[in-house]
C-alpha cells in the first residue's frame, strides 16, 4: 500500500512569508491524521527552538501518523531532532561532486563517509527510528553516485532512500530524465546487493509537472510520496496533497484509505494561516471547482450534475454550485431566485427577463454577483421597476 508523507509543515514552511506557529502546526497535523496521512515531516528543529517545541508537542499528540523532523547531514543536529521524540528522522546530503566542491569542499568519498557517520549515530542512538536518507537534487547527481551512497546509507541503517527532484527537472516522456527510471534503476541495484529500503520521492513543480512525476514512480513501485497542502514549499513548491489524493484514490485498489472530506477545511485553514489564497479555479477545494456558469452547462447539471462533473463533490464533503454573470441564461437565473427562497416569482416571465438583464449590465463591470447577498437586492430592484412600469 502506497504511503503518503505530509511535508507542508517543513518544505510548506519554506515558502517565503509562511510562518505557522506551534498550536497551528498541532491543528494541521491533527487534520493530516485525520485525513490518514502515514507521515507527518514536522519541520527541522534546528532552525529554531519554536520549531523543536512544535515538533515536540506534535510527537506527543498520540497521533496515528509517523512523526518525523528533517535534518541536515549533522551529529549535532540529528541530536536536536530526536530529543523532539520523533518516530521518523530525515537525512539529507548531496552526493554530486560539483556540489560537494562549491559547497562544502569535499569529495565524494568523504561525503559518503559522513552520511555513514551520521546515520550510524542515529541508528546507535534510537533502535526503532526510521531512519531516510535523501541525495539531495538525486536526478541531477551522477547515478553511480547515488547508487553507492544508497548502498551506503541503507548498511548503515537507512530505512529509506528518497529520490529527491529538488529543483523539478524530471519529466515523464524524455528519456533517462524520467522520475520511473530513477525508482527502477535505484530498485534494481539496491536488490543486486541484497537491500530492500523503502523507496521515497520528492518532486518539486518547478516545470508543473510535479503531480504527473508522482503518478509515474507511483507505476514505477515507489513505497512513499511526498506532498503538501497548497502544493507549498520552496520556488513553486511539490505536489498539491488534495490533486495526489484524489488521483491515487482513481487507481489504488483499497478507495478508503483517506477521509477526503477533511480536505476543504484543511485547505481553508492552511490558507488562512499561511495567508495565502487558494485560486477559485484550484482543482476540488477552489470556490469554483464545483461551480456551474454558463447556460449550456446550468441546464445540463440541473438535470444530472454528472453531465459536467467527473467527480461527485459530496466525497469532499462540498455541494456543487451556481454562477450568475455573463454567461448565465434565465435557468440559472430561476435556480438562483429557488435557491434565495423567492420560487414564488419563477412564473414570472417579465421579472426573470428583468432580473437576467440587470444581471448582465452587472457582469458588464467585471463583477460576481454573490447570490445570497447580492441577488435580494437585485431582485426587490427589479419588482420595484417592474411596479413602476
Ligand atoms: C530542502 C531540499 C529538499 C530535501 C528533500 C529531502 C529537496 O529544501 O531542504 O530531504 O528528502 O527538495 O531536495 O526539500
Ligand atoms: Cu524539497
Not at 511535508?7 to 509562511?18: A, D, F, N
Not at 497535523?29 to 527541522?44: K, M, P, S, T, Y
Not at 535505484?186 to 523507496?199: C, D, S, T
Request: glycine share 6%; charged share 25%.
Amino acid at each position: 500500500m502506497i504511503q503518503i508523507l505530509d511535508s507542508t509543515l517543513r518544505e510548506g514552511e519554506q515558502t517565503p512569508g509562511v510562518y505557522f506557529p506551534p498550536e497551528i502546526k498541532l491543528a494541521i497535523a491533527q487534520f493530516l491524521d485525520r485525513i490518514g496521512i502515514d507521515i507527518i515531516e514536522a519541520g527541522n528543529p534546528a532552525v529554531d527552538r519554536e520549531i523543536a517545541l512544535a515538533i515536540t508537542r506534535i510527537a506527543n499528540a498520540g497521533l496515528k501518523a509517523k512523526i518525523g523532523a528533517h535534518s541536515l547531514c549533522r551529529k549535532d543536529d540529528v541530536k536536536k531532532a530526536l530529543e523532539c521524540g520523533i518516530d521518523f528522522l530525515g537525512i539529507f546530503f548531496s552526493v554530486s561532486e560539483k556540489r560537494l566542491q562549491q559547497d562544502y569542499d569535499i569529495g565524494l568519498e568523504q561525503a559518503i563517509e559522513k552520511i555513514v557517520e551520521v546515520i550510524t549515530y542515529a541508528r546507535e542512538q534510537q533502535e526503532n527510528l526510521l531512519i531516510r536518507y535523501t541525495p539531495e537534487d538525486t536526478v541531477r547527481s551522477p547515478m553511480e553516485n547515488v547508487i553507492a551512497a544508497a548502498i551506503a546509507a541503507v548498511e548503515a541503517g537507512a530505512n529509506i532512500i528518497s529520490i529527491a527532484d529538488t529543483t523539478g527537472y524530471t519529466t515523464p516522456f524524455v528519456q533517462n530524465r524520467s522520475i520511473s527510471h530513477y525508482v527502477k534503476t535505484l530498485k534494481e541495484e539496491l536488490a543486486k546487493q541484497q537491500l530492500y529500503p523503502q523507496i521515497e520521492i520528492h518532486c518539486h513543480n518547478d516545470r508543473g509537472l510535479a503531480l504527473a512525476n508522482v503518478l509515474d514512480a507511483y507505476n514505477a513501485g515507489v513505497h512513499i510520496i511526498d506532498a503538501s497542502v497548497m502544493g507549498l514549499g520552496e520556488r513553486s513548491g511539490i505536489v498539491d496533497l488534495a490533486e495526489l489524493l484524489i488521483n491515487l484514490t482513481d487507481i489504488v485498489e483499497d478507495k478508503s484509505s483517506w477521509d477526503l472530506s477533511q480536505l476543504k477545511e484543511l485547505y481553508d485553514f492552511v490558507s488562512e494561516h499561511s495567508h495565502i489564497s487558494i485560486s477559485p479555479h484550484h482543482p476540488l477545494v477552489g470556490k469554483n471547482a464545483f461551480t456551474h456558469y454558463a447556460g449550456v452547462h446550468v441546464n445540463a447539471v440541473a438535470k444530472d450534475e454528472r453531465l459536467y462533473q467527473s467527480l461527485n463533490p459530496e466525497v469532499l464533503g462540498i455541494k456543487s454550485s451556481l454562477a450568475l454573470g455573463m454567461q448565465s441564461g434565465y435557468i440559472a437565473v430561476k435556480l438562483a431566485l429557488k435557491q434565495i427562497g423567492r420560487e414564488e416569482l419563477i412564473e414570472n416571465q417579465d421579472l426573470v427577463i428583468k432580473i437576467f438583464q440587470e444581471i448582465k449590465q452587472i457582469a458588464k463591470r467585471g463583477t460576481q454577483i454573490d447570490i445570497e447577498n447580492e441577488l435580494p437586492a437585485i431582485v426587490e430592484c427589479c419588482i420595484v421597476k417592474q411596479i413602476i412600469t
